[in-house]
């Protein structure tokens, strides 16, 4: 699949849904005329607007997960400091 679901969120998949369904029923309504490059246009800025979404999406779950595991390494390096910290008659 072109996009991955989780990435898209319903919302979005809702506005393509409807962006293409109107797209359809112009293109029939108007028939191939010179307004069928408005509404080609206007179908490609929503479909452009939404891989930016998806593609900011992708970045932010990337940037999450990577903070993730700098507190996980954090956490980690805390505990052996505590660790090395106790007296010899302390376990």
């Known amino acids: 699949m072109l996009f991955q679901l989780k990435?898209?969120?319903f919302g979005s998949a809702v506005v393509i849904a409807i962006t293409f369904i109107?797209?359809?029923v112009a293109l029939f309504v108007k028939g191939f005329t010179h307004?069928?490059?408005l509404e080609a246009a206007v179908f490609l800025v929503s479909v452009k607007?939404?891989?930016l979404s998806y593609n900011t999406s992708?970045?932010?779950s990337a940037i999450?997960?990577?903070l993730n595991l700098?507190?996980?390494t954090e956490i980690n390096m805390e505990?052996?400091?505590v660790k090395l910290q106790k007296p010899k008659g302390e376990k």
Do not use: A, C, H, Q
Request: charged share 25%; no cysteine.
């Open 7 to 9: 990435n898209i969120g």
């Open 22 to 24: 109107l797209f359809t």
């Open 35 to 37: 307004d069928l490059l």
């Open 49 to 51: 607007l939404i891989i």
């Open 58 to 60: 992708k970045s932010v």
């Open 64 to 66: 999450d997960e990577k």
């Open 70 to 72: 700098i507190l996980e």
């Open 79 to 81: 505990n052996s400091i």
